[in-house]
Each structure stands twice: as structure tokens, then as C-alpha cells.
């Protein structure tokens, strides 16, 4: 839901690399991970919300700039810790005037709330590569247990920067309500389901 525009050298640079993209180096195998502390990506890490807007569409849209941390062995998934941090500044949907109304203190408040965050506190492994992850999710200067579904997605050296990369997708549902967020409410949903797509960097 979220338009972008690339420009014909970028597409030119996407083509120039799609040789080494095609060779698909991430392996899927959960136990291939290599264990040790990584970083978030902030430029390949994304955190989509979406919202029933007024009953009659699902409304999406996404932060980014995520920085966070995590650690991990495949020997011993359950023992992994995770912490990302969001900025509240960095949210974008398909209209710029909703995107001033969200970091306004009529809705998210940016200024006095600058960030989201989820820090882990229990894994349970729930099958191989998924997880359901609990932690302390902090929005809008509220602190609350919630419980993210991850599912691993692939592992190996990224072609382009040559850093072991790994990565993994979270789910979850929150009710904004929970958080003192209540702007339109009932006709903006309650109900936000959140989703990362992360994409963590091994520490050298």
C-alpha cells in the first residue's frame, strides 16, 4: 500500500545485481543459522501496521529506521533475545497529511513519545523456524505484555554488503486503546495487527 517511485538509475543498479541476487544465498534451514549477536538492518527492516478503516477497507502502514538487537542459537532457540526500537517520526502511509495527524499528540505524539519498543522476555519454540516471542511492548508512553508469532525466513552472506545476514518475520495484535491511543474510535479500528519483516546483521 505503500507507493514508490524508482528512478531508471536505480532500476539500472537493480538490474546490474540481479545476477548475484539470483543465486538465492539465504538457506531456509533454521539449524544452518550461524549463532551469535546481530544487529537490526534499519534500511531492510520494515514495521507495518493495519487498521479497519471505517468497516470498509483494511488501512495499512509503515515505520522504518528500526535499530535493536539480537541473539540467538539454533542449538538453543528458546535461550534468544530480541529488542527493537521504532521511531514514531518515521511513520508513512499513502497520505501525507495522515502521516503529520499520526506523530501529532492527537494521535501518536511523536514529540513526547519519540519511539515504539518490544523487548523480549520468553521464546517458545513452536516447530522448526517458528516461535511465539513475549515480551514488553512500549507505545505511546504505555508498557505492555505482548506476544509476537515468528516465523524465521532465511539465513546466509548478503551478496551486496557480504554480511551474514539473518531473517525473520513477527505477527502480532495489539488494541490501541491498550496504549491511550483512542483518536475515532470505534470508526478507526481498535484492533492494529503488527507485522516485522527483520532483517539482522551479524556483529563482527
Known amino acids: 500500500m505503500i507507493k514508490t517511485m524508482l528512478p531508471l538509475a536505480l532500476l539500472a543498479g537493480f538490474a546490474a545485481t540481479a545476477p548475484a541476487a539470483a543465486q538465492s544465498p539465504a538457506s531456509n534451514d533454521p539449524a544452518s543459522v550461524h549463532p551469535g549477536v546481530y544487529s537490526v538492518d534499519p534500511g531492510h527492516t520494515q514495521v507495518i501496521f493495519s487498521v479497519s478503516h471505517l468497516g470498509f477497507t483494511t488501512y495499512s502502514g509503515v515505520f522504518s529506521g528500526a535499530s535493536g538487537s539480537l541473539a540467538l542459537d539454533p542449538a538453543n532457540p528458546a535461550a534468544a533475545t530480541f529488542k527493537i526500537t521504532v521511531p514514531i517520526k518515521s511513520v508513512l502511509t499513502t497520505s501525507t497529511k495522515l502521516d503529520g495527524e499520526l506523530k501529532s499528540p492527537q494521535w501518536l505524539d511523536a ?41 524465521f525466513v532465511g539465513a546466509g552472506v548478503n551478496p551486496l554488503n ?30 492494529l495487527h503488527l507485522t516485522i519483516a527483520g532483517a539482522f546483521d551479524k556483529a563482527e
Not at 118 to 145: E, I, N, Y
Not at 180 to 189: C, D, E, S
Request: zero cysteines; proline letters at 4%; aromatic letters at 10%.
Open 111 to 151: 514529540a513526547k513519545f519519540p519511539t515504539a519498543t518490544f523487548v523480549s522476555s520468553q521464546v517458545v519454540v513452536d516447530g522448526q523456524g517458528k516461535a511465539s516471542v513475549t515480551g514488553d511492548f512500549t507505545l505511546h508512553g504505555v508498557t505492555k505484555p505482548v506476544t509476537l508469532h515468528v516465523t
Open 162 to 191: 557480504k554480511k551474514y545476514t539473518v531473517g525473520f518475520d513477527a505477527t502480532g495484535d495489539i488494541l490501541r486503546s491498550d496504549f491511550g491511543v483512542k483518536t475515532y474510535l470505534p470508526l478507526i479500528g481498535d484492533q
